[in-house]
């Protein structure tokens, strides 16, 4: 008889928990399927919808209405991270887990900050806080409520912020690997960003050079001494000083040149591909050495008192900072024209500066 009872209460516990739940699913898609159709219909296409998953998997249950939607929880990694573990401790590991951080060190940031905040919270801080916010984004690639893997391997799934400044897209879609994508679209022939950055699915991205183009430990002793300068220079406008910005030593750059080779050889001989990373990486040298040029000129204007600290700033950034990266970033995204015409911008900005000082001497 107690057996009986046990059995009873059980199963009567499960039908009536999972009644409830689904009574919750349907008071969510009640609402939120009238007031926001498309993004219902989004969820129900995805892979955890058919799953079995429901809404208050991520959104928690204590939203139950119109007057309490400052009670749902909005899900950052914290929440994707407890069944995904090994993508959320990837991602934290590696620069995407940083971004956040990274907006705090930057003295551009600062400066943007104080003229006018409504500016910074519409660029730095939208980029940086899509992927980072709260530790973790990770709707940044798989786009809310289908959170597809597929989508996150097209190079779109990175456009929104590698561009620009950082013209990683532009440079990619004029390659010659970019219009393979484009004739063939996801292909395993075809290289996109995620093959290079993120092989077999590791969301740990990080590269040999970073976006600043310097390392901790320089063998070569020229490149040295353009880095140090660089350097100087880029730790003035802030950014460098980012968590992790640069490889510290030659084994930590090694190994992630390696990694990237390992990538290449999936479609390439390794000699060849070895060749075409080492084109960039002369590339690097000559950016830098351009703007060692520059450097000491508009160095050399500010000391003349042609110049203010504040004028020398913006004009570090705005003439050399994103050229500089611009050069070496066209050159390992396969974009020759970039690398032309950010070099003729230099020595066109290097020229009127030097053209500035020989005039009022
Ligand atoms: C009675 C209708 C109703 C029900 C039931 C309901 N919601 Fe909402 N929800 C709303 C309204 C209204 C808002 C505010 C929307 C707005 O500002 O336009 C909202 C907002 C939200 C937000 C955004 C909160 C924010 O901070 O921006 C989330 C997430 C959400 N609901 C999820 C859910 C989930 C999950 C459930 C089920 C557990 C659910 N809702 C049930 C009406 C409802
Ligand atoms: C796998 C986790 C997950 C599930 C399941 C999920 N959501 Fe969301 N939802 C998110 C994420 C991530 C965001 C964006 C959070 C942010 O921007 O900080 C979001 C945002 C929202 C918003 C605010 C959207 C906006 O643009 O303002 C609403 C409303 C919402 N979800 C409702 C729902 C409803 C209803 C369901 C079920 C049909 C659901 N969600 C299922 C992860 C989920
Ligand atoms: C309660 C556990 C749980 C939570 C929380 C969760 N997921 Fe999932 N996720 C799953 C399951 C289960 C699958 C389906 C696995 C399968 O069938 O291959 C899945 C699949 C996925 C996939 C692969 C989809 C595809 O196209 O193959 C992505 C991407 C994903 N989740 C992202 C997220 C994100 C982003 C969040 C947070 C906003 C999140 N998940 C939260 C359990 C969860
Ligand atoms: C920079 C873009 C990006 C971000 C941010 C990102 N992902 Fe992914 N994710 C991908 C790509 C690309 C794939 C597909 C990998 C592959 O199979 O080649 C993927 C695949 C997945 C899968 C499916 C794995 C499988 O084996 O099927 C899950 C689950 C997942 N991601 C969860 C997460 C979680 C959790 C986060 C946040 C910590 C996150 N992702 C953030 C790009 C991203
Ligand atoms: C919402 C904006 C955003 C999206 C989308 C995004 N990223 Fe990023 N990514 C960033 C930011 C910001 C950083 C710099 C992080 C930091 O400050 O440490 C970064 C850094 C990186 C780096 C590290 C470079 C280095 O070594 O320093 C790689 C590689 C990268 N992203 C690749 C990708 C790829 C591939 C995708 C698309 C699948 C992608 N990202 C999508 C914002 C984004
Ligand atoms: C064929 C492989 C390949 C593809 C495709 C690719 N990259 Fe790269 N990426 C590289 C290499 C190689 C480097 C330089 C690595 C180093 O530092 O040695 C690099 C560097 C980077 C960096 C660090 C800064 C820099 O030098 O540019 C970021 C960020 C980045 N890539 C993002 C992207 C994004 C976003 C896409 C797609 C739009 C993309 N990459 C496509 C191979 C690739
Ligand atoms: C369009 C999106 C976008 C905007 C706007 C943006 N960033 Fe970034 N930021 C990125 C991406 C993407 C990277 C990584 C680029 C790479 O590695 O090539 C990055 C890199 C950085 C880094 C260096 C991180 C590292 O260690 O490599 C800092 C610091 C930074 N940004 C601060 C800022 C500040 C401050 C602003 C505003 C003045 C800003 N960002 C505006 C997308 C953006
Ligand atoms: C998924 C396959 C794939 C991967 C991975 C890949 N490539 Fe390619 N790559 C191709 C294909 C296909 C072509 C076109 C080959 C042809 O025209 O015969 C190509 C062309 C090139 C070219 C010639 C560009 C031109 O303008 O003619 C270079 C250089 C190159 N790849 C470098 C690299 C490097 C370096 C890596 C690794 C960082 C890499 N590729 C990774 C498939 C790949």
């Not at 009670?71 to 887990?97: D, L, T, Y």
Request: glycine share 8%.
């Amino acid at each position: 008889m107690n057996k009986k009872w046990i059995v009873l209460s059980v199963f009567s516990a499960i039908f009536f928990f999972t009644a409830f739940a689904q009574a919750a699913q349907d008071g969510c898609i009640q609402c939120h399927g009238k007031n926001n159709p498309a993004m219902v219909e989004d969820w129900e296409k995805s892979t955890m919808a058919k799953s079995g998953m429901d809404c208050a998997d991520c959104h928690g249950r204590n939203h139950t209405n119109k007057k309490n939607a400052d009670q749902a929880i909005m899900p950052s990694i914290k929440v994707c991270g407890k069944c995904h573990e090994k993508q959320a401790k990837g991602f934290s590991m590696g620069k995407h887990g940083k971004a956040e951080e990274a907006l705090f060190v930057s003295a551009m940031g600062k400066k943007v900050r104080t003229q006018s905040s409504a500016v910074f919270d519409r660029s730095c801080a939208t980029c940086h806080n899509e992927i980072c916010k709260d530790g973790g984004q990770c709707d940044a690639c798989h786009t809310g409520h289908r959170f597809s893997a597929k989508e996150a391997r097209k190079p779109e799934s990175c456009l929104p912020c590698h561009l620009g400044n950082h013209p990683q897209y532009e440079s990619y879609s004029c390659s010659k690997h970019g219009a393979l994508y484009k004739s063939r679209g996801l292909d395993d022939s075809v290289p996109t960003c995620t093959t290079c950055h993120m092989p077999e699915g590791d969301h740990m991205v990080k590269t040999s050079w970073g976006f600043f183009g310097v390392r901790g430990e320089e063998p070569d002793p020229k490149l040295g001494a353009d880095q140090k300068i660089v350097k100087t220079a880029v730790e003035m406008l802030g950014p460098i000083l980012a968590p992790d910005s640069f490889r510290s030593t030659m084994v930590e750059w090694t190994e992630r040149r390696e990694a990237m080779l390992d990538v290449c050889v999936q479609c390439h001989a390794k000699s060849s591909a070895r060749k075409d990373l080492e084109a960039g990486d002369a590339i690097v040298a000559q950016a830098n050495h351009l703007a060692t040029g520059f450097i000491n000129a508009a160095g050399k204007l500010k000391e003349d008192g042609q110049c203010s600290p504040k004028e020398y700033f913006w004009l570090i950034r705005d003439k050399m900072h994103a050229q500089r990266m611009s050069m070496y970033i066209s050159a390992f995204h396969q974009h020759p024209e970039g690398v032309l015409l950010e070099m003729i911008h230099f020595k066109r900005a290097t020229m009127e500066i030097e053209k500035n000082i020989s005039e009022n001497h």
